[in-house]
């Protein structure tokens, strides 16, 4: 199986501030990968998919980079509505793995 | 508007059985590939296994975690998907949610969108 390992765990910040969170892969998955944020009690939702491309809606601030093995998601400036955590997905290989989450909190 | 709606879910004692439902609306279902991923309580997110579409012979996939007791099936004339679960454990305990498969730019990306979810609790 491929594993992902996301860091940090969780992430305080505030407002307006810059953040960046990791995603590596134990072996290459190409542009096999997509962000998801998921809210208390709700669904999670796709941000990001082919490793760099925005889902439609999702606001410009938000954006992904990197191929084969390691990826980031940032997050240029830090709205209330961001805090929340993010999980990577790869879905090149079976089974489709997610990294363990990252919790963003308000500093 | 794309709708997913999962239903099914409920208290089960360990060994027993449950089948989740979830119906869609809004896209074309019968063109889709369509996953199932589910989220322990304070847990990550795990993905549970996938259906392929008719020109794709309906095949499917499992997670390990869940090879040979659970089944995904679909009735395309419903806009339905199914998760049959067997032989339960108090580790399937979760919130179950399906999910949409889509080719985007020639490639295709799972789960762009997804149900509400529905409770699963394995308990005696």
């Known amino acids: 199986d491929i594993q992902m390992t996301q860091s940090p765990s969780s992430l305080s910040a505030s407002v307006g501030d810059r953040i960046t969170i990791t995603c590596r892969a134990s072996q290459g998955v190409k542009n096999d990968f997509g962000w998801y944020q998921q809210k208390p009690g709700k669904a999670p939702k796709r941000l990001i998919y082919?490793?760099?491309s925005l889902e439609s809606g999702v606001p410009s601030r938000f954006s992904g980079s990197g191929s084969g093995t390691e990826f980031t998601l940032t997050i240029s400036s830090l709205q209330p509505e961001d805090f929340a955590t993010y999980y990577c997905?790869?879905?090149?290989?079976?089974?489709?793995?997610f990294g363990q989450g990252t919790k963003l909190e308000i500093k | 508007e794309v709708q997913l709606v999962e239903s099914g879910g409920g208290l089960v004692q360990p060994g027993g059985s449950l089948r989740l439902s979830c119906v869609v609306s809004?896209?074309?279902?019968?063109?889709?590939?369509m996953d199932w991923v589910r989220q322990a309580p304070g847990k990550g997110l795990e993905w549970v296994g996938r259906i392929r579409n008719k020109a794709n012979s309906y095949t499917t996939e499992y997670a390990a975690s869940v090879k040979g007791r659970f089944t995904i099936s679909r009735d395309d004339s419903k806009n339905s998907l199914y998760l049959q679960m067997n032989s339960l454990k108090t580790e399937d305990t979760a919130v179950y949610y399906c999910?949409?498969?889509?080719?985007?730019?020639?490639?295709?990306?799972?789960?762009?969108?997804w149900g509400q979810g529905t409770t699963v609790t394995v308990s005696s």
């Open positions: 999910s949409r498969a889509i080719t985007l730019f020639g490639i295709l990306t799972p789960m762009d969108v």
């Open positions: 082919i490793a760099s």
């Open positions: 997905l790869q879905h090149n290989g079976y089974p489709y793995t």
């Open positions: 809004g896209f074309t279902f019968s063109d889709h590939y």
